[in-house]
């Protein structure tokens, strides 16, 4: 049995990705939670991913981590982890792989919290840029494809790695379009991810670097975690 080694599910964005994937494609896994303790969690990682960092999949042939890799390895068994349809595979490839290395202003001004709502303070220029480009990309997959996921009619790799930005637009009210808010609120209604969310908002760690990041440019509206009431 595979196991995916994952942080904090309230914080961790990148490990949310293969997890959401795994779980809504079928594909079997063992979960192990590793919680983040303090700033600095390399040496505890390092115990199971090679670079220190979460997420991390561990198979019969070894380990693998980074969050692209893992979902590149998993496509080699399960092919539907990318679109069948050749032109939709390379969007996805494309849109995917520039989530992974980009949307920098995105990560920092609005880090995933996923029991908090905030209301934004200012829109930094670089993060408008990126709205801009969201959309752009959300655009550009449904119409081309027919909806109503990225790619086409099923959920696959590159829905999985916009989840996290989904969360985010919602949970901050960025101005986006209509059609990729409706994108992003139908992305939080999968079961996959509602099983993630609810399980993120029982979790007991509060991690300050964070929850001070998000508070940079937005107030907070509410956080439903029991510890916070
Ligand atoms: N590019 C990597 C990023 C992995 C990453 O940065 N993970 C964060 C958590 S979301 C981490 O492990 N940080 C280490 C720490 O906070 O100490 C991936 O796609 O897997």
Redesign the pocket.
């Known amino acids: 049995m595979r196991k995916l080694f994952i942080?904090n599910k309230n914080?961790?964005?990148?490990?949310l990705?293969p997890w959401v994937l795994m779980r809504a494609l079928c594909i079997p896994f063992e979960e192990v939670l590793v919680p983040?303790d303090g700033?600095?969690?390399?040496q505890r990682?390092k115990a199971f991913?090679p670079?220190?960092?979460?997420?991390c999949l561990e198979d019969d042939q070894g380990v693998v981590?980074?969050?692209?890799?893992?979902t590149e390895v998993l496509a080699e068994d399960h092919p539907e982890v990318w679109p069948i349809d050749r032109a939709a595979r390379r969007f996805a490839r494309a849109a995917a792989a520039e989530m992974?290395s980009g949307f920098q202003s995105l990560r920092s001004a609005c880090p995933m919290i996923c029991s908090a709502t905030f209301s934004m303070l200012a829109i930094p220029d670089g993060l408008s840029r990126e709205l801009t480009r969201l959309d752009e990309i959300f655009s550009e997959g449904i119409v081309q494809f027919g909806g109503p996921y990225l790619a086409g009619r099923e959920f696959t790799a590159v829905d999985a790695s916009f989840v996290p930005v989904a969360i985010r637009v919602i949970h901050y009210g960025l101005p986006v379009s209509k059609q990729s808010r409706d994108y992003c609120n139908q992305s939080l209604k999968m079961p996959a991810v509602v099983e993630w969310l609810d399980a993120a908002i029982q979790e007991p760690w509060f991690d300050l670097e964070e929850e001070t990041a998000a508070r940079r440019f937005a107030n907070l509206l509410e956080d439903v975690r029991p510890l916070t009431r």
Do not use: E, K, L, T
């Open positions: 942080g914080y961790s964005s990148w490990s990705r983040f700033v600095d969690n390399y990682f991913a670079n220190g960092r979460v997420p981590w980074d969050s692209m890799a893992i992974h």
